[in-house]
């Protein structure tokens, strides 16, 4: 499996995929072939809750291919509890700022064609 | 490194246009040699940038562009860094003639997306962004940007009106620039009131899609002395940041903006207040703000407040986008980077007409590509 595809495989049990780098500890997304602090390519992989906190999102209301029956919906930036770490994601069911106030609980809750699902908690 | 100048510049009028991508590419080309006072043949090399010539059905544009021109036998390189794609080619033009490989080029910009219509474009657009993390999960480029002026608002506690200024400020420039593509003035109440593309950015906050060409003639001091009026690149920076907005430590801040401009400041051994005016990457409001901020003319947090309170304007403290911006001027994505060094040109050489900066010596073009994942900044002289 390429890393995105553990990436994808992790999202879809709620879960975080990341990588510890062996050289400088810093945790960086799995998808990151080299650290980005300290060049090496060692690392070992780590399973994070998919938890965190809307850091920013938008609600599209002109959408690309393929997302016009879901409109509108959020991508969401989402701040990953106990992390420094951020991953962003599709969010349906948001139509107005009220619904997603920034700073609001949310979770990953899959992967499918609209890429990372994250959800409100 | 050798002195590098520019020396003429052309562009087509931006907006929808009928022609094909490599007519209008060869109309600003042939418009930039003739300003130059030069013949094709001082040509010794191209480099050309271009995103979508698929959608025209035109890739490999160099070939055809030089053939057209008279010259096939000179190469040419097509360079794709998104948005960013004209300033990047500019700067590979220059380093090619400041490393003593060509005494004269040509650097030209080209986008023909429109008559491909609101869904393809805004669709392949965002084949621009980290698409694993951000296309793939339905992000367009508003959505990207209106999520950098989310993150603002509520770090910098600005209002909605004060982003709304930029784009009252860039469309009354503009007005005054018969080559941009939205010629008419608007008020904040117009931004206001415009539908949501990607909240919190309305129609008005956002650049349009555009069509439209823009070319410079690159050359050494000594060539452009014998030919016509010119100007010096004084300083050339590039920079990058993380490709997906997560990846970044502030998303109110664009990294390759700052690596870039320190580079081009450095070079040109000038600070920020010794620039007279500025064509900056405006794809939306908020990435105006965001600009003026990181190259240095306000403090992080007060570039919303400035150009609310005026100080971006025409002739104020320091003029953002004379020409109208990607705002009012329009945003075809390849020529964007070149159009902004053909403005610079034409300021410094008293050809800017009705929007002319006053006694401008020194001014700066900044264009990134995606959300400034790639980012070149220039400085220009008058001789
Ligand atoms: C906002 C957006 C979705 C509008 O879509 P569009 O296909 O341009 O819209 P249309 O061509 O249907 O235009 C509808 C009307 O709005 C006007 N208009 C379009 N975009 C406009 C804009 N950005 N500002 C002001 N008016 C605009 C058009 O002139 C047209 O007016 P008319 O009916 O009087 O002729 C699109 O312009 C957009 O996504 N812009 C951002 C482009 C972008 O992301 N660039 C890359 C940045 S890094
Ligand atoms: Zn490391």
């Known amino acids: 499996m390429t890393p995105k595809e553990r990436m994808a495989e992790c999202a879809r049990r709620g879960r975080f995929l990341a990588a510890s780098c062996s050289k400088c500890s810093r945790t960086n997304p799995c998808t990151a072939r080299f650290c980005p602090s300290c060049g090496s390519p060692d690392s070992e992989p780590v399973e994070m809750e998919g938890t965190g906190r809307v850091a920013t999102y938008t609600i599209i209301t002109v959408p690309p291919a393929g997302f016009e029956e879901h409109v509108p919906y959020a991508f969401v930036v989402m701040a990953l509890d106990g992390s420094d770490l951020r991953i962003s994601g599709f969010m349906a069911g948001i139509s107005a700022p009220a619904d997603l106030p920034v700073g609001s609980p949310a979770r990953i809750a899959g992967f499918d064609e609209r890429g990372i699902i994250l959800e409100r908690t | 490194m050798r002195n590098v100048c520019v020396l003429g510049a052309g562009s087509t009028r931006y907006g929808k246009l009928d022609d094909s991508i490599s007519d209008i590419a060869a109309q600003a080309s042939a418009d930039a040699i003739q300003g130059a006072g030069i013949s094709p043949k001082d040509i010794e090399a191209s480099y050309i940038a271009n995103v979508f010539g698929v959608a025209d059905k035109q890739v490999h544009l160099g070939p055809v562009l030089m053939s057209t021109l008279g010259i096939p036998d000179r190469p040419s390189l097509s360079i794709e860094s998104a948005c960013g794609s004209g300033s990047i080619a ?141 100007v010096r690149v004084v300083g050339s920076g590039r920079g990058g940041s993380p490709a997906a907005l ?138």
Not at chain 2, 95 to 110: E, K, L, M, P, S
Not at chain 2, 145 to 164: Q, V
Request: charged share 20%.
């Open chain 2, 90 to 230: 500019f700067r590979e033009a220059y380093a090619n003639v400041a490393g003593g490989f060509y005494d004269c080029v040509i650097a030209t910009g080209v986008e023909k997306v429109t008559h491909t219509g609101t869904n393809w474009t805004t669709t392949y657009f965002a084949y621009c962004s980290d698409f694993f993390y951000e296309g793939q999960a339905g992000a367009s480029f508003p959505g990207l940007f209106a999520s950098m002026a989310r993150a603002y608002i509520e770090e910098f506690k600005i209002t909605e009106e004060d982003l709304a200024a930029v784009a009252v400020k860039n469309h009354e420039n503009g007005a005054k620039n018969p080559k941009a593509h939205l010629r008419k003035g608007i008020t904040v109440e117009d931004v206001m009131s415009s539908a949501v593309v990607a909240s919190p950015l309305k129609l008005y906050d956002c650049c349009p899609f555009s069509d439209g060409a823009s070319s410079v003639i690159l050359c050494t001091e000594e060539f452009a002395k014998s030919h016509g009026k010119y």
């Open chain 2, 246 to 383: 997560q990846g970044r430590e502030r998303l109110t801040t664009i990294p390759s903006t700052k690596i870039a401009a320190k580079q081009a400041y450095e070079m040109a051994g000038i600070t920020p207040d010794k620039v007279d005016f500025a064509e900056v990457h405006d794809c939306f409001t908020i990435a105006e703000v965001v600009d003026t901020e990181d190259l240095g003319f306000f403090e992080k947090g007060t570039g919303a407040r400035a150009a609310a309170d005026g100080r971006t304007g025409l002739n104020s403290d320091i003029p953002v986008n004379p020409s109208g911006g990607l705002k009012s001027k329009g945003h075809p994505i390849g020529a964007t980077g070149i159009g902004q060094v053909a403005e610079a040109y034409d300021q410094l050489t008293g050809r800017a007409g009705e929007r002319s900066v006053r006694g401008a010596e020194v001014g700066l073009t900044h264009n990134f590509g995606a959300t400034g994942a790639s980012c070149a900044v220039h400085l220009f002289a008058r001789p």
